[in-house]
């Protein structure tokens, strides 16, 4: 028994001591499959002598088959150039599956969510709900109105509630001019593009795929690989993923570890000047969510008016949005800057773009993944060392945050006032949404009035 025992011990030394994991789905950015990353490790259960009272969540849609821009970009052209090749596979030692690989993307796919991507929101429904038992079930889920995000939704409500008739959708208008009062407030901000980005990101693309180029030619000297293919084989990793379920293009002999953190970095790069700190109007952008969030958090359902019209507060919030909002949101609440700690005010210096800042803290896949969620708590706490009274605090993909400079609370919440304080300084530093967008249409509107207004 003895020995046995030993042996087992030295079995599990060794693999604690020795082994190297990497699961390339950890580092797709935007295409990421949904995971938890604990970044950073902090416990997401209530704090000691804490209940949570109130939520709310921003969420983006579940997996898609894949996005209009990776599909005509990278995916579409590699398939057919792979249709029109006369390489014999069989002879290649990491592509052989390419003899007889069909994609799993169709046309009439495009944008579409995978079951795997229903499934997954309908889990996240029964994750929140088993996270907070005593809420009222949600009168109303909020959601833009593409296919892809209604359908979250309605997966999400159906792990949620035990009788979906009794919460409404509430489906909100993607307008070019809805100014800031939509869940795609990018889209109506005329200072945003979605290309932003693609300039900083490009050479680095070029600079971390030429390697691998060199190393596939070899193999397959007939196919002339250009960067976009290495890029659309990564982006098929995932997926084909999220659609069959595994991927033949994930295996780290096809491409190694750092192959797959130089196309997560080709990605941050992309998002840090897109929706991230390296764009001077993300946290304008992000701001309306956050201020009309917080209204409803702190209501006491009288006063200051933000209850719906029938006089009625939700123990929960849940929004439905694209992969765009969720960073901005982030910047706007100065989470997860590169910056924080440092004297050097310029971040941009942080996200070099000709080699790796592995420890920087923008990861556009623990950020944006499929169904990525950032939750806003309020808490009822009543002692271990701390005054008794309402605290906050905000969970990107269930890892409590630190919100900077108000974290002294219970699990390095925010006390009440103290919050209310924090997010006035964020409005004076990312108030002004049409000014800062450039708004060039009429009618606009600074607030997002979705969960107040009768719509
Ligand atoms: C594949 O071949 C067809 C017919 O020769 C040609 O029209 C098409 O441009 C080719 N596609 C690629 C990606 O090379
Ligand atoms: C491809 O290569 C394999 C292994 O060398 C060989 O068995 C097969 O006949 C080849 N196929 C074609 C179409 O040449
Ligand atoms: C919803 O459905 C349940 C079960 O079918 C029913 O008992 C309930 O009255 C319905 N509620 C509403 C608001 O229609
Ligand atoms: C290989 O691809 C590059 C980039 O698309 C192109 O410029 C070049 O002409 C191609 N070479 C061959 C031999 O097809
Ligand atoms: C970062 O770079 C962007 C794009 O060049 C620029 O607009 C922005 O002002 C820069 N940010 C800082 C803090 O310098
Ligand atoms: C990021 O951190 C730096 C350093 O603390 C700070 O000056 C800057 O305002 C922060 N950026 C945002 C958007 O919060
Ligand atoms: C939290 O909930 C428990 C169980 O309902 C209750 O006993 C406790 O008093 C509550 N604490 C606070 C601070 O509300
Ligand atoms: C302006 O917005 C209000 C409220 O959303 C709407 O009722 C009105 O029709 C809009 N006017 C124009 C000219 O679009």
Same mark, same amino acid.
């Given at each position: 028994?003895?020995?046995?025992?030993?042996?087992?011990?030295?079995?599990?030394?060794?693999?604690?001591?020795?082994?190297?994991?990497?699961?390339?789905?950890?580092?797709?950015?935007?295409?990421?499959?949904?995971?938890?990353?604990?970044?950073?490790?902090?416990?997401?259960?209530?704090?000691?002598?804490?209940?949570?009272?109130?939520?709310?969540?921003?969420?983006?849609?579940?997996?898609?088959?894949?996005?209009?821009?990776?599909?005509?970009?990278?995916?579409?052209?590699?398939?057919?150039?792979?249709?029109?090749?006369?390489?014999?596979?069989?002879?290649?030692?990491?592509?052989?599956?390419?003899?007889?690989?069909?994609?799993?993307?169709?046309?009439?796919?495009?944008?579409?969510?995978?079951?795997?991507?229903?499934?997954?929101?309908?889990?996240?429904?029964?994750?929140?709900?088993?996270?907070?038992?005593?809420?009222?079930?949600?009168?109303?889920?909020?959601?833009?109105?593409?296919?892809?995000?209604?359908?979250?939704?309605?997966?999400?409500?159906?792990?949620?509630?035990?009788?979906?008739?009794?919460?409404?959708?509430?489906?909100?208008?993607?307008?070019?001019?809805?100014?800031?009062?939509?869940?795609?407030?990018?889209?109506?901000?005329?200072?945003?593009?979605?290309?932003?980005?693609?300039?900083?990101?490009?050479?680095?693309?070029?600079?971390?795929?030429?390697?691998?180029?060199?190393?596939?030619?070899?193999?397959?000297?007939?196919?002339?690989?250009?960067?976009?293919?290495?890029?659309?084989?990564?982006?098929?990793?995932?997926?084909?993923?999220?659609?069959?379920?595994?991927?033949?293009?994930?295996? +780290? $002999?096809?491409?190694?570890? %750092?192959?797959?953190?130089?196309? !997560?970095?080709?990605?941050?790069?992309? &998002?840090?000047?897109? /929706?991230?700190?390296?764009?001077?109007?993300?946290?304008?952008?992000?701001?309306?969510?956050?201020?009309?969030?917080?209204?409803?958090? +702190? $209501?006491?359902?009288?006063? %200051?008016?933000?209850?719906?019209? !029938?006089?009625?507060?939700?123990?929960? &919030?849940?929004?439905? /949005?694209?992969?765009?909002?969720?960073?901005?949101?982030?910047?706007?609440?100065?989470?997860?800057?590169?910056?924080?700690?440092?004297?050097?005010?310029?971040?941009?210096?942080?996200?070099?773009?000709?080699?790796?800042?592995?420890?920087?803290?923008?990861?556009?896949?623990?950020?944006?993944?499929?169904?990525?969620?950032?939750?806003?708590?309020?808490?009822?706490?009543?002692?271990?060392?701390?005054?008794?009274?309402?605290?906050?605090?905000?969970?990107?993909?269930?890892?409590?945050?630190?919100?900077?400079?108000?974290?002294?609370?219970?699990?390095?919440?925010?006390?009440?006032?103290?919050?209310?304080?924090?997010?006035?300084?964020?409005?004076?530093?990312?108030?002004?949404?049409?000014?800062?967008?450039?708004?060039?249409?009429?009618?606009?509107?600074?607030?997002?009035?979705?969960?107040?207004?009768?719509?």
């Amino acid at each position: 028994m003895r020995s046995g025992l030993s042996v087992l011990l030295v079995a599990k030394f060794a693999a604690s001591a020795f082994s190297y994991s990497f699961n390339p789905l950890e580092h797709l950015a935007g295409i990421a499959p949904y995971f938890e990353p604990s970044d950073p490790p902090l416990d997401p259960s209530p704090p000691q002598g804490c209940n949570v009272t109130r939520a709310a969540y921003l969420v983006r849609h579940a997996a898609i088959y894949a996005n209009d821009f990776d599909f005509e970009e990278y995916i579409e052209p590699f398939v057919q150039k792979l249709a029109n090749a006369s390489v014999n596979w069989s002879r290649t030692r990491d592509l052989a599956f390419l003899a007889t690989w069909k994609s799993p993307i169709g046309e009439k796919d495009e944008e579409q969510l995978t079951q795997v991507g229903e499934l997954e929101a309908q889990k996240l429904g029964v994750e929140v709900l088993q996270r907070y038992p005593n809420f009222k079930p949600p009168k109303k889920v909020w959601t833009s109105t593409a296919e892809r995000t209604t359908k979250s939704a309605e997966s999400f409500i159906s792990g949620l509630v035990r009788y979906e008739n009794e919460t409404e959708m509430v489906q909100v208008y993607e307008g070019k001019e809805a100014g800031a009062n939509s869940l795609t407030p990018y889209s109506s901000c005329p200072a945003y593009s979605g290309s932003r980005g693609s300039d900083q990101s490009k050479p680095f693309q070029t600079r971390y795929t030429a390697p691998i180029i060199e190393r596939l030619k070899a193999q397959a000297p007939g196919f002339n690989f250009t960067n976009n293919d290495i890029v659309g084989m990564q982006e098929l990793c995932g997926y084909e993923t999220v659609i069959r379920g595994s991927s033949p293009f994930c295996s +780290l $002999s096809l491409f190694t570890p %750092n192959d797959w953190l130089g196309f !997560e970095y080709a990605n941050d790069l992309m &998002y840090h000047y897109n /929706t991230g700190y390296g764009f001077d109007v993300s946290g304008a952008i992000g701001m309306p969510w956050v201020t009309a969030t917080t209204q409803q958090l +702190l $209501s006491d359902g009288v006063g %200051n008016a933000v209850a719906n019209p !029938e006089g009625e507060l939700q123990d929960l &919030y849940v929004s439905f /949005t694209h992969r765009e909002l969720p960073p901005t949101v982030i910047v706007a609440l100065g989470l997860f800057n590169n910056s924080a700690f440092s004297s050097s005010g310029d971040v941009n210096a942080t996200m070099p773009t000709d080699t790796i800042n592995h420890n920087r803290a923008w990861k556009s896949s623990n950020i944006l993944p499929f169904l990525t969620n950032v939750a806003v708590e309020k808490m009822e706490c009543d002692s271990y060392g701390y005054g008794q009274g309402e605290y906050f605090r905000v969970l990107v993909n269930k890892s409590p945050q630190s919100l900077p400079g108000c974290n002294y609370g219970p699990g390095e919440s925010c006390p009440r006032n103290a919050f209310v304080e924090f997010i006035s300084r964020r409005e004076a530093m990312f108030g002004g949404f049409g000014q800062k967008c450039g708004v060039d249409y009429g009618n606009s509107t600074d607030t997002l009035g979705i969960y107040s207004s009768a719509q």
